[in-house]
């Protein structure tokens, strides 16, 4: 057989290739598969075997992994990737104690993202996504959710998912697109979210002509939107046919998680605070815990989501950067992968089910994104890491040696010496 790509040598390959979303205990049961090598031709994955059996296909490129770790490309399935500006001086605030609502309440945080999103041009806008995920790239990750909500307006939510559409075809990165008009309330509204929301949902028609977004979300907390606030603008959002996200139980308890089960929702996310009775929702629900440990941490918060009772409970759970300019500014998963199994002390075989297939379902990509298997899109990272436990281990780094998409060498550490 003849192959564009051949992997060899591959001390540890993890397929990931279950049929997802893996959940409760079964998150702890990860296949590794030793001495294995891959074929890719064009943009697939065509054969998986041992390195003796390998012998038989010709390639045109021999990648040899060194008898390291090779994994599929990381999915990230939360970020607010399209913003203008940015916001190093509200470090100093927080440092000072104000909280990160207080900020909001304030006219900063978000709304002042929102400001300088207005200001910035399409070209602006989309050479800085390009730029982010580039940087995703670099650490690993092949398919991103990226969200809008820094608009606030019909013409700067319309531009940023327009931002999203375009770089998704720019960029080899895949892009999943959610719609997140209900992110904050801006001061023309302040005393009266509930027309704000009537006002956003008059968008949901012309992105669904456009096809430029696959799911709503909203952020359902203390000051922004409350549960029977966005129970109302979901249940539209659902009849006309757009999956459901909710930023849930961020900060407050205020049962977002319940209400992302009672919608079935794809994803309740954050979760930081959720209640028992939301954990056991979620547990017997298909909704995935898509948790955020690296906002907790950047927030300087001790309220870390308990993803170990949820698991425990039965729960699929993804992690994710929640990659913005205010709450989490990081694009490197491998971190984030850290965090959670420091502060939410969960196995690296958990670790690796949340940012691979459990990832991929959340975004509505379980079936395209998150594995390695024959006939898949080849979305696979050779780390410099003898093992899969290394990467949580060797933490804020990048381990990323060769990024392939879609068949496609897109990244490749270079050498200094
Ligand atoms: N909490 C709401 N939204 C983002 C933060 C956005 C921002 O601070 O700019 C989040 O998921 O953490
Ligand atoms: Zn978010």
Same mark, same amino acid.
Request: charged content about 25%; overall charge negative.
């Given at each position: 057989?003849?192959?564009?790509?051949?992997?060899?040598?591959? =001390?540890?390959?993890?397929?990931?290739?279950?049929?997802?979303?893996?959940?409760?205990?079964?998150?702890?049961?990860?296949?590794?598969?030793?001495?294995?090598?891959?074929?890719?031709?064009?943009?697939?994955?065509?054969?998986? @075997? *041992?390195?003796?059996?390998?012998?038989?296909?010709? #390639?045109?490129?021999?990648?040899?992994?060194?008898? &390291?770790?090779?994994?599929?490309?990381?999915?990230?399935?939360? $970020?607010?990737?399209?913003?203008? =500006?940015?916001?190093?001086?509200?470090?100093?605030?927080?440092?000072?104690?104000?909280?990160?609502?207080?900020?909001?309440?304030?006219?900063?945080?978000?709304?002042?993202?929102?400001?300088? /999103?207005?200001?910035? *041009?399409?070209?602006?806008?989309?050479?800085? +996504?390009?730029?982010?995920?580039?940087?995703? #790239?670099?650490?690993?990750?092949?398919?991103?959710?990226?969200?809008? @909500?820094?608009?606030?307006?019909?013409?700067?939510?319309?531009?940023?998912?327009?931002?999203?559409?375009?770089?998704?075809?720019?960029?080899?990165?895949?892009?999943?697109? $959610?719609?997140? @008009? #209900?992110? +904050?309330?801006?001061?023309?509204?302040?005393?009266?979210?509930?027309?704000?929301?009537?006002?956003? *949902?008059?968008?949901?028609?012309?992105? &669904?002509?456009?096809?430029?977004?696959?799911?709503?979300?909203?952020?359902?907390? $203390? =000051?922004?939107?409350?549960?029977?606030?966005?129970?109302?603008?979901?249940?539209?959002?659902?009849?006309?046919?757009?999956?459901?996200?909710?930023?849930?139980?961020?900060?407050?308890?205020?049962?977002?998680?319940?209400?992302?089960?009672?919608? @079935?929702?794809?994803?309740?996310?954050?979760?930081?605070?959720?209640?028992?009775?939301?954990?056991?929702?979620?547990?017997?629900?298909? /909704?995935?815990?898509?948790?955020?440990? =690296? /906002?907790?941490?950047?927030?300087?918060?001790?309220?870390?989501?308990? +993803?170990?009772?949820?698991?425990? #409970?039965?729960?699929?759970?993804?992690?994710?950067?929640?990659?913005?300019?205010?709450?989490?500014?990081?694009?490197?998963?491998?971190?984030?992968?850290?965090?959670?199994?420091?502060?939410?002390?969960?196995?690296?075989?958990?670790?690796?089910?949340?940012? $691979?297939?459990?990832?991929?379902?959340?975004?509505?990509?379980?079936?395209?994104?998150?594995?390695?298997?024959?006939?898949?899109? +080849?979305?696979?990272?050779?780390?410099?890491?003898?093992?899969?436990?290394?990467?949580?281990?060797?933490?804020?780094?990048?381990?990323?040696?060769?990024?392939?998409?879609?068949?496609?060498?897109?990244?490749?550490?270079?050498?200094?010496?």
């Amino acid at each position: 057989m003849q192959v564009d790509i051949l992997i060899t040598n591959i =001390g540890e390959l993890l397929p990931m290739d279950k049929k997802g979303p893996v959940r409760g205990k079964a998150m702890s049961e990860l296949t590794v598969w030793h001495d294995a090598a891959i074929g890719i031709k064009n943009d697939q994955v065509v054969w998986i @075997g *041992s390195g003796d059996e390998a012998k038989v296909l010709e #390639a045109s490129n021999v990648m040899d992994a060194k008898g &390291r770790l090779v994994t599929p490309g990381l999915v990230d399935p939360h $970020t607010h990737l399209v913003f203008g =500006g940015s916001r190093e001086k509200e470090m100093a605030l927080k440092q000072q104690g104000i909280p990160y609502l207080e900020i909001l309440k304030q006219g900063g945080g978000i709304l002042s993202t929102v400001r300088a /999103t207005q200001a910035a *041009s399409f070209e602006e806008l989309l050479e800085k +996504a390009l730029f982010h995920l580039d940087r995703m #790239a670099m650490h690993g990750i092949t398919t991103v959710e990226a969200k809008s @909500g820094y608009g606030l307006d019909h013409d700067t939510e319309m531009k940023q998912l327009r931002v999203v559409k375009e770089a998704n075809e720019k960029h080899p990165l895949d892009i999943v697109s $959610t719609f997140l @008009g #209900a992110h +904050a309330i801006p001061e023309d509204y302040k005393n009266n979210p509930e027309a704000f929301l009537v006002y956003m *949902s008059e968008l949901f028609e012309p992105i &669904r002509e456009e096809r430029l977004a696959e799911f709503v979300d909203i952020f359902t907390e $203390t =000051g922004v939107f409350s549960v029977p606030q966005s129970r109302r603008y979901l249940m539209k959002a659902k009849e006309m046919g757009f999956g459901l996200k909710i930023h849930a139980d961020e900060i407050d308890t205020l049962g977002g998680t319940e209400l992302a089960v009672e919608l @079935g929702a794809v994803s309740g996310d954050h979760l930081a605070v959720t209640s028992d009775e939301g954990i056991e929702k979620l547990a017997n629900s298909d /909704t995935i815990g898509v948790i955020l440990p =690296g /906002t907790s941490f950047y927030l300087g918060k001790d309220d870390y989501a308990r +993803a170990r009772q949820m698991i425990d #409970a039965g729960a699929a759970i993804a992690i994710s950067t929640d990659f913005n300019p205010g709450s989490s500014v990081t694009e490197n998963l491998q971190l984030i992968m850290s965090i959670a199994a420091l502060k939410l002390r969960l196995s690296p075989e958990e670790i690796w089910h949340a940012v $691979t297939v459990n990832a991929a379902h959340a975004i509505g990509r379980g079936e395209v994104a998150g594995s390695i298997a024959v006939g898949r899109k +080849a979305d696979i990272v050779l780390w410099d890491a003898p093992n899969y436990l290394y990467i949580p281990y060797h933490y804020g780094v990048n381990h990323a040696n060769t990024v392939i998409k879609n068949g496609k060498v897109i990244f490749e550490r270079q050498a200094i010496r």
